[in-house]
């Protein structure tokens, strides 16, 4: 069936368009989720290799870049098919009911997953769920319900991006004053070219001046790096260098405790690695500490893998564990020192693990054990 040409802002040329831009979107930010969830949730085949450092920086920037600008392609998009949602008939036969009963999970699933993601980044937790479980369930079910959409309209998209189909829509004339076809295009991936402008520089440093609307600056906190949840909220209290010990259990000869003088002989290390937030910022700094290999070989477990323990009690940060591999890496460390200077408390003083190529969250802070494996 051909569709009567509609009005100009509400042309199936641009629904085909925005659908286009919105899929290549939510195509990206699905795969790089996903591997944030496997990084984070690591089944038995999957190992995540702490090699080249930034890569998580890379995917999971992409992940939120992606999905911000994603909000005005999906809000104009759906203003633009909204008329058709009172087509009559409603639905022509079984299949095509099915596929408009898809329609249902696609749209909320879309909307829920734009706007969880954005409370999330800003820290404002307004229902009662926990929302990494909550978006990635969404995720899965946007996702199937997508590809049943792409696969119903492909052949419509194909037709309305043809250049027949530009001259269609271009023979529609806009209402007089009223906006253009390629006005209302342009308001959208402009719309989302300057959200991704105001908003990227939490993770590229030469926008950092225009990061308006992020939550986070790289160059703003302590020691110039931006802090995630301080101690306060965190429940800690600043330990005593004199009585800090580390203890670090399943060496050959049974736990073992060491000072910080004794971890500082132990040979200190300076590392430039960024922490990568998975709410999509992230900072560099130039840490100082002793190497975990280090570590390992001074009690003979060079081959371990490790598991870190804050002194922070419960919740999803208290620990976070290292591969053999990412245990051997040179450069993971437990840190003293940030740019210069003995770790500020919100930073984790008096140690911290920093490695190459981890999220955020498997940054812990205020380290106090740790365990080999
Ligand atoms: C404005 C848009 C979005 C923002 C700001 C956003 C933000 C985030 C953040 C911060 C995380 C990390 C959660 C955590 O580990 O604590 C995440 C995870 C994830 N996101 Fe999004 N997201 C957005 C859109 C999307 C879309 C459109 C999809 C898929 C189509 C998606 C799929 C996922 C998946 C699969 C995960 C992994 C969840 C897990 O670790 O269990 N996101 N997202
Ligand atoms: N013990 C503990 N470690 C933690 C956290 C925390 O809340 N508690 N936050 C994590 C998160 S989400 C991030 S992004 C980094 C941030 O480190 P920073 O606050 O020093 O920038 O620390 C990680 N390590
Ligand atoms: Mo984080």
Partial sequence: MISAPRSALRS?????????????????????????????????????????????????GLHVATGIAAIPLLAVKLWT??????????????????????LVPLVAGSVFL???????????YAWRFFFPVDHYAAAWITIGALIIHVGAKATQTRRALSTAGREAADAVAPAEGGLSRRAVLRLAFGGAG?????TLGETLGPLRRVDLLAPRRPDIGPQGVPVNRTASEAGVLAASAQAYRLVIEGGAEGPVALSLDEL???????????????????????????????????IGRSDAGVVVHSVEQGGIYASSSLSPEQARDPDTLLALELNGSPLALDHGYPLRLIGPNR????QTKWVGKIVLQ
């Fill in 194 to 198: 300057l959200l991704t402008l105001v």
């Fill in 12 to 60: 199936e040329r641009n629904a085909a368009w925005l659908g286009v831009a919105l899929g290549v979107a939510f195509g990206v930010c699905f795969l790089t989720g996903l591997l944030s969830h496997l990084i984070q949730h690591p089944p038995h085949w999957f190992t995540w290799p702490s090699r080249p450092a930034g890569l998580y920086r890379l995917t999971q």
């Fill in 114 to 124: 734009l706007v969880s993601g954005t409370q999330n980044i800003f820290h404002w």
């Fill in 81 to 102: 098919v909204y008329p058709k949602l009172w087509r009559w008939p409603p639905v022509d036969d079984v299949v095509h009911g099915l596929e408009r009963l898809s």
């Fill in 359 to 362: 999220p955020g969250v498997q």
């Fill in 264 to 298: 500082r002989a132990l040979g200190q290390h300076e590392a430039t690695l960024p922490i990568s937030c998975v709410d999509g910022w992230s900072a560099q700094g130039a840490w100082r500490g002793v190497r975990v290999r280090d570590l390992l070989a001074s």
